[in-house]
Each structure stands twice: as structure tokens, then as C-alpha cells.
């Protein structure tokens, strides 16, 4: 256990460091990612006024279908793209990407390429 602690302090540390030079705003707002064990959660947030734009996961009701069968690096991609259209929709082109501490690789790099699949600018 307390290797589990070990990691999520170091990957807290990192989170925190990101976190004190990255805003998002109504015009650019900062994509998160979150991972747990089972799911990927991908949120666009305004940090100016404290609210979510909307959020995406591999839970999203309306993206059961495309996920079924698929491990999760290419969920990830899946719900990164639909993400990317639903901001598309609302006018959001350019975001700011925040990994939350995780590294750039696997789930995290393929959330990241989905969403410029799908069009956003980061």
C-alpha cells in the first residue's frame, strides 16, 4: 500500500505544479483528464468563474455503443473526438491541456489525439 501513496503523492506534486501555470477561460478553456482503474473522464473547464463547460467519459450513456469491446487507450480516443465535437458545436476551437500529473502516453496521449482528431487546437 504504501507504494499506491508513494504515487499518487508524486502524481499530486506534479498536478499541482501544472495547475499553478494553466487557466483555462470562456474562450480557452482547460481540458482535464481523469483515470480511474475502470474509466476515462475528460472535462472542459472555465477557471474564471469555477464551472464546468461539459465533460465526457467512458460512462456517457450515448457512447456505449462505440466503446463496447474496446480496451481503454482506444475509449480514450473515442470519447476524446466526441468531446471535441460537442466544443466544435459550441464555437470552442482552442483549449488548454492539462494532464493532471499523468504522463503523456497511452490513455492520456490517445484522449489527446482523439480531441485534435476532432478538431480542437492545443
Known sequence: ?????IKTERRNKIRRRIRSTIRGTAERPRLSIFKSNKHVYLQL???????????VSTKT?????????KAAV??????GKALAEQA???????????RSGYKYHGVVKSAA??????????
Open 74 to 79: 482506444e475509449s480514450a480516443g473515442v470519447i
Open 61 to 69: 450513456a450515448d457512447l456505449q455503443k462505440d466503446l463496447k469491446g
Open 88 to 98: 466544435v458545436e459550441q464555437g470552442i476551437t482552442k483549449v488548454v491541456f492539462d
Open 1 to 5: 500500500m504504501r507504494k499506491n501513496r
Open 45 to 55: 473547464i472555465n477557471d474564471r468563474e469555477n464551472v464546468t463547460i461539459f465533460s
Open 113 to 122: 489525439d482523439g480531441a485534435r482528431e476532432g478538431g480542437l487546437d492545443f
